[in-house]
């Protein structure tokens, strides 16, 4: 590789539109590493509030930003063995954590108290090519895109929110409060999981009848339905699950229809989730 520096989108200071454009210094890896050529990158909800200034904590800047994306290696340091030069891989968000807390022991290492994520806490993946441990790379089959692949982080999300976190069955009838973009996601994983009826509630940019259709909405509502919604509060009715925004935690609350979280934002019925899931929007 010939080129030394690249563009990025950088976040350079903890203030309202702090973003620019600059140009960079290409990362150097190191032995269990490989540098990966971005081909896509998605952008999640947050980023536009890290521009903005609109989150409620402070990060060390300057950094790139981005964490959902999708490449071909270019570079594999010489302890990496099970990737080569050449392959279509995507990554995992964290790049570092600790390895020794209770939770990296037990595999939940995304929850660990040091770790840092792409795109928050170092460089993320709005540039040329991006620094990945080979531990958390994931192969991208032939079948699939790199432009679809880019978006398998959301794609966990719903799959962990739906699917891991809950117990939609065949048959369920379910109900997404929040048709963004992570909301149409476990819309399509309720309708894998054979959910015999989704409901959709809410309006957003991009959120029309179609599209929410076509991720296995069977009813949309903007406004006041058929389960006596107005305020955004479902009253008791005949939905298995329910998942929505709980208070901007960015966690999906699941339970019946009518019940009231608890203090961490889950229902009494169902798990909640614990994840790192974005607030539909």
Known sequence: ?????????????????????????????????????????????????????????????????????????????????????????????????????????????????????????????????????????HRVPESVSLKAASITEPFCVAYKSVVSNSAVKPGDKVVVIGPGPIGLLCMKMAQLQGASEIVAVGAGPGCDSETVHECGASERSDHQNRLGTQTGELQPGPADCEIRDVQGTFQPYMGRVGESPDADGHGTNRPGTRDHARAPH
């Open 1 to 137: 590789m010939k080129t030394k520096t690249m563009k990025a989108v950088v976040k350079y200071e903890n203030k309202p539109n702090a973003t620019e454009l600059r140009e960079v210094p290409v990362p150097e890896i190191g032995e269990s590493d490989v540098l990966v050529e971005v081909a896509y990158v998605g952008v999640c909800g947050t980023d536009p509030h890290m521009h903005n200034g609109s989150v409620v904590f402070n990060f060390n800047c300057p950094f790139i930003l981005g964490h959902e994306f999708a490449g071909r290696i270019v570079e594999a340091g010489k302890r990496v063995s099970k990737f080569k030069v050449g392959e279509r891989v995507t990554s995992e968000t964290h790049a570092d954590y600790c390895g020794r807390c209770a939770l990296c022991r037990t595999n939940n290492y995304h929850l660990c108290r040091e770790r840092k994520g792409f795109g928050f806490h170092c460089d993320g993946a709005f540039t040329k090519y991006v620094k990945v441990p080979e531990r958390i790379l």
